[in-house]
């Protein structure tokens, strides 16, 4: 049972325009998300992140937007750059039920930005 | 700054074979992980280590052990290795503070033959 999905394997922008990459989990315990960015042959790297008390978190070109009704979160990239395109991985964790030691990640959407 | 490293970087058994990946971190952060990484099944957590001398298993634990053998250093050993394991592992730890990030290695390949 995938708890995060993240629906699109892949999407492809143009430089300088928007990405917006979504995710959606099922587990009502979930009360943190995070964004991670991972290049071939490397590990994944931390991006954003947003608590369920708050519906958006900004840094920098990345936004993260959480609908806790819809049980949706999404990332947008503004403007997009070439050097945004690897896999972003969705993560969430249940903190409040004890269970911040332990992130649940979605399958992953390779981004391709275009020159 | 080394943050998380593990070894080996790649590797190639035979089924029946054992193996251990070792995991260190030197961000003094209490908590370790390891995850597995397969094409469109995302990363799966197999085992963690909340603190040193706790494991519990994750998602996908069958066909591995762990050792927290002290705060920076969390291994993860393969008794006999199968085909099904053949996959990029990753080691992790987490900062208990600035929200429950976690902080990857870089990967072990492991191929099963």
């Known amino acids: 049972d995938q708890q995060v999905k993240q629906n699109s394997p892949s999407l492809s922008v143009q430089e300088g325009r928007i990405s917006i990459l979504n995710c959606d989990y099922t587990n009502s315990m979930f009360d943190y998300f995070l964004w991670y960015k991972k290049y071939p042959a490397e590990g994944p790297t931390f991006l954003i992140s947003?608590?369920?008390?708050?519906d958006k978190n900004e840094d920098g070109r990345f936004t993260v937007f959480l609908n806790k009704s819809a049980k949706h979160l999404s990332l947008h990239i503004v403007p997009s750059q070439p050097g945004d395109s690897a896999v972003y991985f969705c993560a969430a964790s249940a903190t409040a039920a004890g269970g911040g030691n332990k992130l649940t990640f979605g399958t992953g959407t390779q981004l391709k930005v275009e020159l | 700054n080394a943050g998380v490293t593990q070894t080996p970087k790649f590797q190639v058994l035979k089924t029946g074979q054992s193996m251990t990946l070792q995991c260190a971190q030197d961000?003094?952060?209490?908590?370790m992980y390891w995850y597995r990484q397969d094409p469109g099944m995302g990363l799966r957590l197999i085992y963690y280590s909340a603190s040193e001398g706790t494991t519990d298993k994750g998602e996908v634990p069958n066909g591995y052990n762990v050792s927290r053998l002290n705060k920076r250093e969390f291994s993860l050993r393969l008794e006999s290795a199968a085909p099904s394991q053949t996959s990029v592992y990753f080691c992790?730890?987490?900062?208990?503070?600035?929200?429950?990030?976690?902080?990857f290695g870089e990967g072990s390949w492991l191929t099963v033959v």
């Open positions: 961000m003094n952060h209490n908590s």
């Open positions: 947003i608590s369920s008390i708050k």
């Open positions: 992790a730890s987490r900062d208990r503070g600035a929200g429950n990030t976690i902080y």
